[in-house]
């Protein structure tokens, strides 16, 4: 057999994206500790930095500088992310930085998107996981909605609780005018009720869609909320410090569901560690943090529960 044929009849990886919509909650924490734990159980993963403003992850893995990047692919037009994959510290784990120069990749329009990911499931790996920027830009709405598992990161705080309802929002109505490319009236009506004080008085994903069917039918209608439903986000509370806060993914998948018609997955919390943090502040690689820690064992746990997902 070819090498050619060979790598055409390997499987894709499966893509892990991590967002949540706020700043500083733990999202590159989280992708690490998810991608490390990944490697541990022996599965190959590479770990990238989608982050396309602020380039942080291989601080996280203690590498300084990066000796190649994501913006080299995109500028030098190497044939293959496989040639800017770097490896780590840990067995099975590698990394695809980001880039904290000004990135010709800041604003790629969607069909560059679309290459680059492909280019993702093209990785020699079982499991790609994907840190993204904070925020809800299309370019971090778009790569959270292709991946296999959309995974949420909110910490149990007013403001986190209700970006998180924010960011899938913004996913489900991205997703819906994406499918409403090739029918403009549609369009102008899903940009109309993403405002939440549209006058036609649409306030929900619900109404949205069954102003949809009064005015398009039920043929219109019906694939539409089939991807809405498909949407399926999980959610990790992090930096819980009693067993209160662990409710705050519960908070997002009930308004999410009511509002939204989304069903998600509480895949449970992380707790605060002081040794992530001091790690963190000092550059110190994440795959060394201590293996009796709290927060290692709860990651160890959410990783089992997507794996069975
Ligand atoms: N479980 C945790 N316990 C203690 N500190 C944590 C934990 N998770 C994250 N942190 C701390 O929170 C800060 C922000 O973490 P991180 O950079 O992962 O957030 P982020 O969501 O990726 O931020 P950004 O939106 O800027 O990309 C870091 O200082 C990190 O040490
Ligand atoms: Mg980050």
Known sequence: MTEEQ??????????????????GVGKSVVSTLLAFWLARMG????????????ANLHTLLGIKNPPRTLNDFITRNFDSLEEICVDTEAKNLRLISGSSEVLSLANPHFSQKVKLINHFSRLDADYVVIDLGAGTSFNVLDFFLVAHEKIMVLVPEPTSIQNAYIFVRNAVYRRLSRL????????????????????????TIKELLQ????????????????????????????????????????????????????QSTDLGSVSHDRQIFSMVSDMAPLINLDQ????????HEIVTKLLKN
């Open 6 to 23: 060979d790598s055409e009849m390997a499987p894709a990886p499966i893509i892990w994206a991590v967002g949540g919509g706020k700043g």
């Open 43 to 54: 599965k190959r993963t590479v770990l990238i930095d989608v982050d396309l403003g602020g």
């Open 180 to 203: 409403s490319t090739k029918d403009p009236s549609l369009q102008t009506l899903v940009k109309i009720a993403m405002d939440p004080k549209n006058e036609l008085k649409v306030r």
């Open 211 to 262: 102003f949809i069917e009064e005015s398009g039918g039920k043929e219109v209608a019906a694939p539409l909320e089939k991807e809405v439903r498909a949407i399926q986000p999980a959610i990790i509370t992090n930096m819980v410090n009693d067993d209160k806060e662990k409710n705050a993914g519960r908070i997002v998948q009930i308004v999410a569901e009511k509002y939204l018609m989304i």
């Open 292 to 299: 009796s820690s709290q927060a290692f064992a709860n990651m």
